[in-house]
């Protein structure tokens, strides 16, 4: 069985909602301490509510895309506030679904702005030898099955994800010498508040994709779990799919 301590410091962005929600609930019932970021701190405060043990949350309101070039100095604060860190799990995120020819750089760089700089800026000042426990840390990226498989609409939302597993595999074999390890999650459509924009007949419309229809949060927060966990700590460099057995 996964169980953490209370000293186990796990940073869970996104917590505000639908997957990082789920992660952040989980981690925290299994024992850790999290810190808790997202932009909305009613959601923030009402995931808090939903905690086993809430006096280990700790919420932080931040815009991650305000100061990219300063998310490094963002979790050194972190670290003189809550101690050194023992992972993390990067679930904030977008989608966009936009067909191709309405694309526009500054659409595609805010895009980009969450999906890949803000992690990679993020995990930059993670991996700082200063602001973790070192050997046993874990990372885990979420990802999506589009950065493996395209399709119509998803010239910037594959690419901001592709780019984020490209990343993560070379920062993977930096940090190994340092104990760190990182993995990404590459969900396919999960019951959160990002698939809900599909409206009504989005789910039965994909049935024939998806066998087992759409996953719930917790789906992909319990392998979330399990990478972040010592249980995973011969696994590094790697994209986990979870889709179902999807079609794509
Ligand atoms: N749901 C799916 O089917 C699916 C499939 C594949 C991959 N994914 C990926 O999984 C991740 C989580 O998605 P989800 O479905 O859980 O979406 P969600 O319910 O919409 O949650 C997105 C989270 O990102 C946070 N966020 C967005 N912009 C932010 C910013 N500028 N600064 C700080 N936090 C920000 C939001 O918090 P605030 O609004 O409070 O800031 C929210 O907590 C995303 O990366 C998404 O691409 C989802």
Redo the contacts with the bound molecule.
């Keep these: 069985m996964i169980q953490f301590s209370k000293e186990q410091i796990y940073i869970v962005?996104?917590?505000?909602?639908?997957?990082?929600?789920?992660v952040a609930i989980l981690l925290n019932e299994l024992g850790a301490t999290v810190i808790a970021?997202?932009?909305?701190?009613e959601?923030?405060n009402a995931m808090k509510e939903k905690c086993k043990y809430p006096e280990n949350v700790h919420i932080e309101i931040?815009?991650?895309?305000?100061d990219i070039d300063g998310l490094p100095k963002y979790v050194k604060s972190l670290k003189e506030k809550y101690g050194k860190f023992s992972g993390m799990a990067?679930?904030?995120?977008?989608?966009e679904l936009k067909p191709f020819q309405l694309v526009q750089y500054e659409s595609l760089k805010n895009l980009f702005?969450?999906?890949y700089f803000?992690p990679i800026f993020l995990i930059k000042g993670f991996v700082d030898r200063r602001n973790n426990i070192g050997n046993g840390c874990s990372i885990v990226a979420?990802?999506?099955?589009?950065a493996l498989c395209s399709d119509k609409g998803h010239t910037s939302?594959s690419a901001s994800?592709a780019a984020l597993c490209a990343s993560a595999k070379a920062i993977a074999h930096e940090v190994s010498s340092i104990g760190i390890r990182i993995n990404c999650v590459?969900?396919?459509?999960?019951?959160?508040?990002?698939?809900a924009i599909g409206g009504e007949g989005y789910e039965d419309s994909q049935k024939s994709l998806y066998p087992f229809g759409?996953?719930e949060?917790d789906d992909?927060a319990n392998l979330v779990i399990f990478l972040l966990s010592n249980k995973s700590k011969f696994i590094s460099g790697q994209n986990y799919v979870v889709d179902s057995g999807g079609v794509r």
Excluded: H, Q, W
């Design positions: 962005t996104g917590a505000s909602s639908g997957i990082g929600e789920a970021i997202a932009r909305n701190e959601r923030l931040k815009d991650l895309t305000e990067y679930c904030a995120g977008l989608g702005d969450i999906n803000a979420i990802s999506s099955i589009s939302y994800k590459l969900p396919s459509n999960i019951k959160t508040p990002m698939t759409f996953g949060p992909v």
